[in-house]
Protein backbone atom coordinates (compact mmCIF):
# COMPACT_ATOMS: atom_id res chain seq x y z
CA UNK A 1 0.00 0.00 0.00
CA UNK A 2 1.68 3.49 -0.80
CA UNK A 3 1.36 6.21 1.74
CA UNK A 4 -0.30 9.25 0.89
CA UNK A 5 1.41 12.09 0.03
CA UNK A 6 1.97 15.40 2.45
CA UNK A 7 0.69 17.62 -0.02
CA UNK A 8 -2.49 15.50 -0.47
CA UNK A 9 -3.26 15.00 3.34
CA UNK A 10 -2.75 19.52 3.27
CA UNK A 11 -4.69 19.82 0.74
CA UNK A 12 -7.47 17.85 1.99
CA UNK A 13 -7.54 19.37 5.32
CA UNK A 14 -7.55 22.81 4.33
CA UNK A 15 -10.98 22.18 1.69
CA UNK A 16 -12.94 20.54 4.10
CA UNK A 17 -11.89 22.75 7.25
CA UNK A 18 -13.73 26.07 8.13
CA UNK A 19 -11.56 28.61 8.67
CA UNK A 20 -9.43 28.71 11.73
CA UNK A 21 -9.89 32.07 12.49
CA UNK A 22 -12.51 32.53 16.08
CA UNK A 23 -15.68 33.86 15.40
CA UNK A 24 -17.07 36.77 17.03
CA UNK A 25 -18.94 35.42 19.89
CA UNK A 26 -21.89 38.35 19.71
CA UNK A 27 -23.51 36.33 16.97
CA UNK A 28 -23.92 33.39 19.31
CA UNK A 29 -24.65 35.67 22.12
CA UNK A 30 -27.79 36.86 20.16
CA UNK A 31 -28.92 33.47 19.99
CA UNK A 32 -29.53 32.89 23.23
CA UNK A 33 -33.36 32.39 23.53
CA UNK A 34 -33.13 29.82 20.81
CA UNK A 35 -30.83 28.07 23.18
CA UNK A 36 -32.54 28.28 26.45
CA UNK A 37 -35.56 27.20 24.23
CA UNK A 38 -33.55 23.93 23.37
CA UNK A 39 -33.11 23.01 26.99
CA UNK A 40 -36.43 24.12 28.11
CA UNK A 41 -36.92 20.97 25.93
CA UNK A 42 -35.26 18.72 28.11
CA UNK A 43 -35.55 20.26 31.48
CA UNK A 44 -38.05 22.34 33.23
CA UNK A 45 -37.22 26.14 32.69
CA UNK A 46 -36.95 26.93 36.37
CA UNK A 47 -33.70 24.81 36.20
CA UNK A 48 -31.81 26.79 33.66
CA UNK A 49 -30.32 29.60 35.54
CA UNK A 50 -27.91 32.60 34.25
CA UNK A 51 -25.78 32.63 30.78
CA UNK A 52 -22.39 32.00 32.34
CA UNK A 53 -20.49 32.11 29.25
CA UNK A 54 -19.70 31.40 25.07
CA UNK A 55 -16.81 28.90 24.47
CA UNK A 56 -15.30 28.84 21.15
CA UNK A 57 -15.12 25.21 19.66
CA UNK A 58 -12.34 24.10 17.33
CA UNK A 59 -14.54 24.71 14.42
CA UNK A 60 -15.00 29.12 13.92
CA UNK A 61 -18.19 28.56 13.23
CA UNK A 62 -19.36 26.61 16.57
CA UNK A 63 -20.14 28.33 20.38
CA UNK A 64 -20.96 25.87 23.24
CA UNK A 65 -23.09 28.59 25.18
CA UNK A 66 -23.02 28.01 29.08
CA UNK A 67 -25.49 28.21 31.71
CA UNK A 68 -25.86 27.93 35.56
CA UNK A 69 -27.64 24.92 36.50
CA UNK A 70 -30.15 24.84 39.45
CA UNK A 71 -31.21 21.44 39.51
CA UNK A 72 -31.15 19.79 42.75
CA UNK A 73 -28.10 17.27 43.36
CA UNK A 74 -25.87 18.31 40.45
CA UNK A 75 -24.09 21.52 42.22
CA UNK A 76 -21.74 23.06 39.49
CA UNK A 77 -22.85 21.04 36.43
CA UNK A 78 -23.68 23.33 34.02
CA UNK A 79 -25.94 23.28 30.58
CA UNK A 80 -24.88 23.41 27.68
CA UNK A 81 -26.14 24.66 24.10
CA UNK A 82 -23.80 24.03 21.12
CA UNK A 83 -24.64 26.47 18.42
CA UNK A 84 -23.40 26.39 14.87
CA UNK A 85 -23.65 27.91 11.52
CA UNK A 86 -22.66 26.90 8.15
CA UNK A 87 -20.73 30.37 6.82
CA UNK A 88 -20.43 33.53 8.84
CA UNK A 89 -23.44 34.97 6.77
CA UNK A 90 -25.58 32.17 8.40
CA UNK A 91 -27.84 32.47 11.36
CA UNK A 92 -26.51 30.43 14.10
CA UNK A 93 -28.80 27.34 15.22
CA UNK A 94 -29.22 24.97 18.29
CA UNK A 95 -26.97 21.50 17.44
CA UNK A 96 -27.02 19.90 20.76
CA UNK A 97 -27.98 20.10 24.45
CA UNK A 98 -27.04 18.48 26.99
CA UNK A 99 -26.11 18.77 31.00
CA UNK A 100 -22.36 19.20 31.58
CA UNK A 101 -19.55 18.89 34.51
CA UNK A 102 -18.69 22.00 35.64
CA UNK A 103 -15.56 23.56 38.10
CA UNK A 104 -15.65 21.45 40.96
CA UNK A 105 -18.43 19.03 40.20
CA UNK A 106 -18.94 15.93 41.43
CA UNK A 107 -18.05 12.99 38.80
CA UNK A 108 -17.41 8.95 38.56
CA UNK A 109 -14.27 7.52 38.21
CA UNK A 110 -12.77 6.85 34.90
CA UNK A 111 -14.69 3.79 33.17
CA UNK A 112 -12.47 0.94 33.25
CA UNK A 113 -13.31 -1.61 30.32
CA UNK A 114 -14.25 -5.17 31.46
CA UNK A 115 -11.60 -6.80 29.64
CA UNK A 116 -9.13 -5.01 32.33
CA UNK A 117 -11.12 -5.55 35.30
CA UNK A 118 -11.66 -9.13 33.86
CA UNK A 119 -7.54 -9.11 33.42
CA UNK A 120 -6.90 -7.99 36.92
CA UNK A 121 -9.17 -10.30 38.84
CA UNK A 122 -7.91 -13.36 36.32
CA UNK A 123 -4.56 -12.05 37.87
CA UNK A 124 -5.64 -11.58 41.81
CA UNK A 125 -7.36 -15.58 41.46
CA UNK A 126 -4.25 -17.18 40.08
CA UNK A 127 -2.23 -15.84 42.74
CA UNK A 128 -4.40 -17.05 45.59
CA UNK A 129 -4.38 -20.73 43.66
CA UNK A 130 -0.51 -20.36 43.82
CA UNK A 131 -0.87 -19.37 47.38
CA UNK A 132 -3.12 -23.31 47.52
CA UNK A 133 -0.33 -24.89 45.73
CA UNK A 134 2.47 -23.73 47.88
CA UNK A 135 0.64 -25.69 51.09
CA UNK A 136 2.43 -28.97 52.17
CA UNK A 137 1.04 -31.85 50.67
CA UNK A 138 1.06 -33.81 54.13
CA UNK A 139 -2.04 -31.28 55.01
CA UNK A 140 -3.51 -31.91 51.72
CA UNK A 141 -3.57 -35.81 52.66
CA UNK A 142 -4.89 -35.33 55.93
CA UNK A 143 -7.26 -33.25 55.09
CA UNK A 144 -9.06 -35.75 52.19
CA UNK A 145 -8.47 -38.58 54.97
CA UNK A 146 -10.76 -36.89 57.18
CA UNK A 147 -13.03 -36.21 55.01
CA UNK A 148 -13.20 -39.32 53.15
CA UNK A 149 -13.95 -41.01 56.60
CA UNK A 150 -16.25 -38.85 57.91
CA UNK A 151 -18.13 -39.57 54.62
CA UNK A 152 -18.37 -43.28 55.23
CA UNK A 153 -19.59 -43.27 58.63
CA UNK A 154 -22.92 -40.81 57.20
CA UNK A 155 -23.56 -43.53 54.49
CA UNK A 156 -23.18 -45.98 57.12
CA UNK A 157 -25.59 -44.07 59.55
CA UNK A 158 -28.02 -43.51 56.97
CA UNK A 159 -28.51 -46.95 55.50
CA UNK A 160 -29.30 -47.93 59.38
CA UNK A 161 -32.02 -46.04 59.40
CA UNK A 162 -34.88 -46.89 58.02
CA UNK A 163 -36.92 -44.86 55.43
CA UNK A 164 -40.22 -43.12 56.36
CA UNK A 165 -42.63 -42.37 53.22
CA UNK A 166 -44.81 -39.44 54.10
CA UNK A 167 -48.09 -39.01 52.00
CA UNK A 168 -49.81 -35.42 51.93
CA UNK A 169 -52.81 -34.23 51.71
CA UNK A 170 -52.68 -33.00 48.22
CA UNK A 171 -50.81 -35.65 47.09
CA UNK A 172 -53.11 -38.11 48.50
CA UNK A 173 -56.23 -36.54 46.91
CA UNK A 174 -54.16 -36.15 43.60
CA UNK A 175 -53.67 -39.83 43.77
CA UNK A 176 -57.54 -40.07 44.60
CA UNK A 177 -57.17 -41.89 47.69
CA UNK A 178 -58.58 -40.54 50.80
CA UNK A 179 -55.44 -38.85 53.23
CA UNK A 180 -54.15 -40.46 56.32
CA UNK A 181 -54.61 -38.24 59.31
Known amino acids: MRARSLRCCERWRTNSMSDPTVSDPAEFLAQEAAARSALAEIAPRRQIGALLRADPEPDANVFTLRFASDVPGYPHWEWAAVLGRVDAESTPT ?77 TAEAEGSPAQE
Open 94 to 170: VLEVGLMPGEGALVPPAWVPWSERFAEYKAQHDDDSDDVDSRDDSDIDSTADAESQSDGDAESEAADEPMIEETSEA
